[in-house]
């Protein structure tokens, strides 16, 4: 039984098992063909020379691969070889948590299962060879009984092409599920997962909840994660809930719904609203779907019951795991099999702590006896082995003694007590940041909580790498974690502070708590920072003076409560302030937080920042999202260390301060969705602007004309706003990577600079219909004059035969670069995705003259109405994308780039001609190595003029349709009315 307990690093995806005369040149090499491009590392198993046995090289590769596909074809079991290597994958199923798959190609699976036919007579043959008591036929006879009884694909006839598109889909489904992270020293987990794997049951048919209960530290959590990273892949879906009872308490258990249908069904669209109509949904959607859903750390009845309340919730085979500390949740739900989690043994107590301790698995001689010691203290919990551990790592003989003496005085030796040890060894800057994260923290954004820390100048780069290094807390999916054991210590050295009375405290996250400080004005000097956040939506008023002895707190944070009251005497301490909601119209007249580093007040009330904002001299983050009463943004050169500001969705915002434009170290400017928005700083001088995002700013119809050199900035969006034109100025914004105009339905023109944007990646113009056709068609046009430096394209220049895009084309003083038709230009050389859906074109043949020939990956066509793409489209080397989606007018598609591997051209109705299929049905070659899929709805000109002879082609190179049917030759007519087709090989 393997634990899967450490997040192995595999050099490979998939290791490809195979008979080579069998499928090598067939089924196999297309198989490895399609699963390599979809960027899947495959290992093909003739890629070492082949002896009597597998070969150490080929058992490692085995053992570096995270899958294995087995192809059991009708003579696979003819090679010792083969067998040799099945035995092998098997073994690293059940040590090392490999994934194994069998295709049982033109064979049934019970020929195996029974060892009869081929199977059976080849067996039969090597018994002769090697002996009917041989260990080794013995091997393989039960590890062919073995594969028969795993889950895989079947293939006797039919199109192979739909199999393998099922194969890479699920594979690449799986190698997409992170692997949980779950213990840096996996001791003693083997031995666990052996013993409650017949509980398991994976792979029989019924239901099961199963609860694993037990102290806290004890590994409830670390033996579900290791169950979930051990067969996650045996179940259609799976979703691992962790940390359910501090998750629901947050932000309420429809959030965990959510959570829940999102990681099973992939659809992050689902809102449940309420936890009654979660209920319906998970029942509904999940119940014909065999899942695996861990249910981690929960308290309360009520957690279960709208997560998992009943077994016919979840299709057949589904396992539900379920951690708690309370046996008696586990009986009160009606979970019929649950097992308590054991403390460490003495051996595994021992090996778990010197790795922590000594980074190998036994003391040094002169620690021997200290190891004991400590040992006998920790009791076998593996959190205190670990936690003491990593404490007392590095430290000398003397300094260990000293530990063990000061255990010595602990009161029946409680675990509390025990982890304290650690935290004691702390610095003051590190104390701190150990219990922000245990009151406030647990389970947050690191790059949010390192800006909180940042601001309260914790130096959290060094102070949080001291937490890790002493296992106080982790990061997964960069969040910050902490063990719910050590959370609580955390919680009661505060709540030691001061047992009876709250506002004597440091730290208030308990919401109780904190009310009754506001409203009874408890709060004293000791208060450092607070927490505020309710399940439900609730009002809290304050007492007038319900800060005014909060002098030195620094920390505000309010969430999912409507306070009101009087904010007179908020701190002016503050460092950090995030209040959703906020309810005034204005800051307070007497709040100067000089310190003030970040101040977030989303869905605010505010209607304008007062005079007092001018104080906030240190203030590097802003956010004033969703505040629809915010009119202006006022004067702001008073604030010169601003590093983001945050206003989308300010609906009633009409205009920005010029001051916003000469900040020197803003960073990100978001102003997206603001309707009303007319107004931007005349000047754009931004010297550390990385990312400015004006998304439907629907009111908006000039942007700045002096814009200066502005290096950083990587990303600007403009879509669906009111701009006409852009300034000559563009050209500054040399570093440039993102460019999105898309939507802009009133602009006429691009200025010429455009093209010294020479680090473009991405140039969206998608919907931009007023930017006219783009004339190309004699070489005349092509050829330099002096322009502009801003084109628009009127009615009256169109009629004059000119064009937008022939007249970009005409700036000569850039350096040289290479472009499709030979000219010394460098336009965009660097471009790897093009959009110019429905921008009116009749022509394309400016990208002839674009520097990105070995560039470009991704054009956008679609909804224009050109009649024909240019020949010299298949010199576009890396194009792997191309959309012509209601491209009525076009009648050809020329030759494509080998490179391409999707091509939509849905409701073409003129289309006549596509080069390649018709070369492919004349010479009955493959002319389009990397193609997944070609989309030709509706293309019924198309269908007409290839017939049936590409109809037979299109069976010949494993071409399938979206519905997975093959191909008649007299439905060939009709197939393009509705279907497109695949190709995977």
Request: glycine letters at 6%; a neutral charge; proline letters at 4%.
């Amino acid at each position: 039984m393997a634990s899967s307990s450490m997040s192995p690093r595999w050099n490979y995806d998939v290791f490809l098992s195979f008979r080579g005369e069998d499928t090598r040149e067939g089924f196999t090499n297309y198989l490895y063909d399609a699963l390599c491009r979809r960027g899947i590392n495959t290992f093909l198993d003739d890629q070492l020379p082949k002896g009597q046995g597998i070969s150490a090289e080929l058992s490692e590769k085995i053992e570096e691969s995270r899958i294995s596909i087995v192809v059991f074809s009708e003579n696979y079991a003819s090679s010792g070889w083969c067998l040799d290597e099945l035995v092998k994958i098997l073994e690293c199923k059940e040590t090392k948590g490999h994934m194994v798959r069998p295709i049982f190609y033109r064979v049934d699976p019970s020929e195996l299962r029974k060892q009869t036919g081929k199977t059976g007579d080849y067996l039969a043959r090597h018994e002769v060879r090697f002996g009917k008591d041989s260990e080794r036929v013995m091997k393989w006879r039960k590890s062919l009984e073995d594969l028969a009884n795993l889950a895989g694909w079947h293939f006797s006839k039919g199109v192979e092409s739909k199999l393998i598109q099922t194969i890479v889909e699920e594979v690449s489904s799986k190698l997409n599920r992170p692997i949980l992270n779950v213990a840096t020293h996996p001791v003693g987990i083997d031995d666990t997962l052996d013993g409650i794997h017949p509980i398991l049951g994976i792979g029989l048919d019924d239901v099961r909840m199963i609860g694993f209960y037990g102290i806290g530290g004890i590994g409830k959590s670390t033996v579900a994660k290791a169950i979930y990273n051990l067969h996650a892949d045996d179940f259609d879906g799976s979703s691992f809930l962790a940390n359910v009872k501090e998750v629901s308490r947050q932000h309420g258990l429809v959030e965990v719904q959510e959570t829940l249908l999102f990681e099973i069904l992939g659809d992050s669209n689902i809102k449940v609203g309420n936890a009654d109509r979660g209920i319906s949904l998970i029942s509904r959607r999940l119940c014909y779907k065999k899942v695996l859903i861990v249910i981690d750390d929960v308290d309360r009845l009520d957690q279960l019951r709208k997560l998992v309340g009943d077994k016919s919730w979840f299709g057949p085979g589904s396992r539900i795991i379920i951690t708690t500390r309370d046996k008696h949740l586990l009986e009160a739900h009606g979970v019929e099999q649950f097992q308590e989690v054991q403390k460490l043994n003495f051996i595994d107590s021992s090996k778990l702590f010197c790795w922590n301790a000594f980074k190998s698995p036994n003391p040094p001689e002169e620690f021997k006896d200290l190891a004991c010691c400590l040992l006998d203290y920790a009791k076998g919990l593996p959190l205190a082995l670990i936690v003491l551990g990593s404490f007392l790592c590095g430290r000398n003989v003397r300094e260990w003694e000293s530990a063990i003496a000061r255990l010595k005085s602990v009161p029946n030796r409680e675990y509390n007590e025990i982890l304290k040890i650690s935290y004691d060894g702390l610095d003051d800057l590190e104390k701190a940041i150990f219990l922000d994260i245990a009151c406030f923290f647990n389970g947050a954004d690191q790059d949010y909580v390192m800006k909180v820390f940042d601001a309260c100048n914790f130096f959290p780069d060094i102070g949080i790498r001291v937490l890790l290094d002493k296992s106080l807390i982790s990061i997964e999916l960069n969040k910050l974690s902490m063990h719910d054991l050590l959370r609580e210590m955390g919680r009661e050295i505060v709540r030691k502070e001061s047992p009876n009375n709250p506002g004597e405290r440091s730290r208030l996250w308990y919401s109780e708590d904190i009310i009754d400080v506001l409203t009874e004005n408890l709060g004293t000097n000791k208060v450092e920072a607070i927490k505020l956040v309710l399940a439900g939506t609730e009002e809290v008023y304050l007492n007038a003076k319900a800060f005014k002895r909060m002098r030195r707190l620094r920390v505000l944070i309010i969430h999912n409560a409507y306070v009101s009251g009087d904010f007179n005497y908020l701190s002016n301490n503050l460092r950090w302030i995030d209040w959703e909601g906020y309810p005034l119209p204005s800051l307070p007249a007497n709040f100067h937080p000089k310190k003030l580093v970040g101040l977030f007040m989303p869905h605010s009330y505010i209607k304008d920042l007062g005079q007092g904002y001018k104080i906030f001299k240190n203030l590097k983050h802003m956010s004033f999202e969703s505040s629809r009463f915010l009119t202006e943004i006022p004067e702001f050169s008073a604030l010169p260390n601003l590093e983001s500001l945050i206003l989308d969705h300010c609906t009633s915002l009409l205009e920005v301060h010029d001051s916003i434009g000469l900040l020197d170290r803003l960073v990100t400017l978001n102003l997206e969705y603001c309707l009303n928005l007319r107004k931007l700083p005349t000047n754009l001088k931004f010297k550390s602007l990385q990312t400015l995002l004006l998304t439907r700013c629907r009111r908006l119809e000039t942007f700045p004309n002096n814009l200066e050199n502005m290096e950083s900035l990587k990303e600007l969006r403009l879509s669906k706003t009111a701009i006409k034109e852009l300034p000559s100025s563009i050209g500054n914004l040399v570093g440039l990577e993102l460019l999105c105009i898309s939507g802009c339905k009133k602009l006429r023109g691009l200025p010429s600079e455009i093209y010294k944007l020479l680090h473009l990646k991405h140039l969206l113009l998608r919907d931009c219909i007023e930017l006219g056709e783009f004339l190309d068609n004699t070489e005349d046009k092509w050829q330099a004059q002096e322009t502009s430096d801003c084109i628009n394209v009127s009615t009256s220049y169109m009629e004059s035969g000119k064009h937008l895009v022939s007249i970009l084309h005409e700036i000569r003083s850039f350096p040289s670069g290479t472009s499709l038709d030979g000219k010394s230009l460098p336009e965009f050389p660097f471009l790897q995705s093009l959009n110019l859906r429905n921008c009116n074109l009749t022509e394309v043949n400016f990208l002839m003259s674009m520097s990105c020939i070995s560039t470009l990956e991704e054009l956008q066509l679609s909804r224009n109405n050109f009649v024909k793409l240019p020949s010299w489209i298949s010199k576009l080397a890396s194009l792997r994308k191309l959309e012509l989606d209601f491209c009525r007018q076009l009648r050809e598609v020329p030759i494509l780039p080998s490179s391409i591997e999707r091509v939509t051209a849905t409701d073409c109705e003129s289309l006549e001609i596509f080069s390649q299929l018709s070369n492919m049905a004349n010479t009955h070659t493959k002319d389009l190595p990397h193609v997944k899929s070609i989309e030709l709805t509706n293309c019924q000109r198309l269908a007409e003029n290839l017939g049936k002879t590409v109809a037979n082609t299109l069976l010949n190179q494993v071409m399938i349709f979206q519905n997975g049917s093959s191909i008649k030759p007299r439905m060939v007519s009709s197939i393009f009315k509705c279907l497109s087709f695949y190709m995977l090989s």
